[in-house]
Nanobody, 124 residues
Framework: QVQLVESGGGLVQAGGSLRLSCAAT????????MGWFRRAPGKEREFVAA????????EYADSLEGRFTISRDNDRKTVYLQMNSLKPEDTAVYYC?????????????????WGQGTQVTVSS
C-alpha cells in the first residue's frame, strides 16, 4: 500500500510561485509513475502533470503553458510540482497520485493511490 502526503500549498498573489511536495511511504517508489491533479471549485478533477519512474520523462496539461514543472527525487521518495507565474484560475486543491507502471509510461488517468490534497489559492 502506498501512502501519499502533499504539502506546500497556501495563499499567493497572482504572478507568484509555489512548490508543492508529495512524500510517499510504503510500496516501491522507484516503480511508481507519479502525477499531479487539481480540482477547482465547481469543476471536475483535471490532470496537471506526470513524471516517469526515472524522472527523465514528463507530461503536462496543455493549459499550463509551460508554467509548471514536475520532478522527483527517488532517494527522498518525493515528487514536486514547481508552479510559477500563478494565475487566479490555478486556485484549486492539488492532489498527488501514484501508479505502478513499466518503464516510461506517463499516465494521465487511472491512478491507484491518492493523497489528501493541498489547497492552493491565488489572489488577483
Amino acid at each position: 500500500q502506498v501512502q501519499l502526503v502533499e504539502s506546500g500549498g497556501g495563499l499567493v498573489q497572482a504572478g507568484g510561485s509555489l512548490r508543492l511536495s508529495c512524500a510517499a511511504t510504503g510500496g516501491m517508489f522507484s516503480r511508481l509513475s507519479m502525477g499531479w491533479f487539481r480540482r477547482a471549485p465547481g469543476k471536475e478533477r483535471e490532470f496537471v502533470a506526470a513524471v516517469s519512474r526515472s524522472g527523465r520523462s514528463t507530461e503536462y496539461a496543455d493549459s499550463l503553458e509551460g508554467r509548471f514543472t514536475i520532478s522527483r527525487d527517488n532517494d527522498r521518495k518525493t515528487v514536486y510540482l514547481q508552479m510559477n507565474s500563478l494565475k487566479p484560475e490555478d486556485t484549486a486543491v492539488y492532489y498527488c497520485a501514484a501508479k505502478y507502471t513499466i518503464m516510461t509510461v506517463l499516465p494521465t488517468s487511472g491512478y491507484d493511490y491518492w493523497g489528501q490534497g493541498t489547497q492552493v489559492t491565488v489572489s488577483s
